[in-house]
């Protein structure tokens, strides 16, 4: 036998063996996936056709932890490749919650809906190296249009009455509109308490300190100044528009808006104060204060009293009315075009996935330097720098932030949990290249800086 027919045999055995082989996958990906339905499936029918093309197409091999794997996941070779696929799929996005809010019949993420819609649009997922093995695992048109229909619908929810224009009513950021429900004898105490230096242990700091309401909701330091001249290990989030995140403090730590009230007056780097008591006792001592919280709270002062009450207030600190928002809702005067191409390359960079919802961010926790690694420079770590880990303990969580809000942040600098961009130009080329994995131009940074300053709303009807 010649070389040309040795070669000719050794390239059909290797075509019949590939062939086979994905016969084989796919076969018993198929039986696999049929047992992914849950028994009891509360979600409407378009959202379990959308649960169904996920599940068949084998989305959660790589984006939930603990998932079911196949057979051929424990072939040598074949493991190490889908263990990386997993880490990297966990690393830009989890399924297991979404698919778990799908079969209760819960609202589901609106980040988690960009970051599907986006994908799918650009057809990156599912990627080359997992269809060349799992054929049927491509989209095709039909289960294309179940995902966009579906996830149309989720966010139609999020929004039963939209404020955006029709033409914008699908995109992933839209304008702020939500009016909390607010006690006002609650937020009117609430905003005393927010200025008020005696929740310190020695009367010098208050909650504006740090976040100053005349600028920007934040104090334009690396590390804010606490009692005593002591600076905190972090850079202060704004807390404007802060209702709006699914927890509070950069790593989440605090369930709610009350919650993180209650952290800063204890913190010795903070407020310092020794304990509630200390505070209650110099409240008390205020004869007006004393019948504020009587009028309100049958049980007078107390530490909880005194966090509701703050919070209360806080819910209030919305910016809505900004340039973008009228923008969105109809006005296309409202942005030059410079900031119109901001805002196209904000999205075509995939910014608005994280960046989404009313607030433009708050709505995750995300990996600083998902494309890049961020850290790589540092000479020094900190534990902050160790995020969402800090919470949960679980390894996935190292380095990974909540999203934080994109409104007003032409006055919020410097920027990111460590303060490491001190103007806007800086931040757009950072998360550029450390979230996006583009090096932008230098027009193109302008063009998205000018984007960004068009998010600076009204409080209370005046520009911030």
């Keep these: 036998m010649n070389k040309k027919k040795v070669a000719l045999s050794v390239a059909a055995i290797m075509v019949a063996g ?8 796919d076969n018993f990906d198929r039986d696999l996936h049929a047992e992914q339905m849950p028994q009891q499936f509360n979600g409407s029918t378009l959202a379990k056709q959308a649960y169904r093309v996920m599940t068949d197409n084998g ?3 790589c984006h939930s932890a603990g998932t079911p794997m196949p057979f051929y996941a424990a072939v040598p070779g074949v493991h190490q490749l889908m263990e990386l696929d997993v880490k990297l799929g966990l690393k830009h996005f989890d399924l297991k919650p979404v698919l778990a809010d799908m079969a ?39 289960e294309q249009q179940i995902m966009q ?3 149309k619908q989720s966010r139609e929810q999020h929004y039963p009455n939209p404020a955006a224009a029709p033409a914008h009513r699908n995109e992933f950021v839209q304008p702020i509109q939500t009016v909390f429900h607010v006690n006002p004898a609650k937020a009117k105490l609430g905003e005393v308490l927010y200025h008020d230096t005696r929740l310190s242990g020695d009367n010098t700091v208050a909650c504006s300190t740090c976040h100053g309401l005349n600028t920007g909701g934040v104090d334009h330091l690396v590390t804010s100044t606490g009692i005593h001249g002591h600076k905190g290990p972090i850079n202060a989030p704004t807390v404007y528009n802060a209702v709006f995140n699914i927890h509070q403090f950069w790593d989440g730590r605090a369930a709610d808006l009350q919650a993180q009230a209650g952290g800063p007056p204890m913190n010795p780097k903070e407020m310092g104060s020794d304990n509630w008591q200390q505070i209650i006792d110099k409240l008390q001592s205020d004869r007006t204060m004393v019948n504020a919280f009587a009028h309100i709270y049958p049980d007078g002062i107390t530490a909880n ?15 809505p009315n900004s340039r973008f928002d009228l923008y969105l809702k109809g006005d296309d005067s409202a942005m ?7 805002f196209a ?15 433009m961010g708050g709505q995750s926790f995300e990996i600083m330097g998902v494309d890049g690694d961020y850290f790589a420079t540092r000479t020094e770590l900190t534990q902050v720098d160790n995020g969402r880990f800090n919470v949960s303990g679980n390894a996935a969580d190292m380095h990974r932030f909540k999203v934080p809000t994109l409104r007003n942040v032409a006055l919020t600098e410097p920027y990111f949990h460590d303060a490491s961009a001190k103007t806007l130009d800086q931040a757009v080329v950072q998360m550029g290249k450390y979230q996006s994995g583009v090096n932008l131009t230098p027009t193109e940074v302008a063009d998205i800086t000018a984007f960004l300053k068009t998010l600076t709303g009204q409080y209370q009807g005046k520009q911030l």
């Excluded at 819960?106 to 799992?134: C, E, N, Y």
């Excluded at 390359?345 to 607030?359: N, V």
């Design 336 to 342: 030059t075009a410079q900031e119109k191409h901001g």
């Design 149 to 151: 229909s579906w996830i």
């Design 305 to 319: 009293n005194i966090t509701d009450a703050i919070a209360e207030f806080e819910k209030t600190l919305t910016t």
């Design 18 to 25: 590939y062939l086979g082989t994905v016969a084989l996958v």
């Design 345 to 359: 390359l904000f999205k075509e960079y995939h910014c608005d996935t994280c960046h989404s919802g009313q607030a």
């Design 59 to 61: 989305c959660q091999y």
């Design 104 to 142: 209760d019949n819960q609202p589901v993420s609106i980040t988690a809906l960009a970051k599907l819609q986006a994908v799918i649009s650009d057809g990156s997922m599912p990627p080359h190296r997992f269809t060349a093995l799992h054929w049927r695992s491509s989209l095709s048109d039909q």
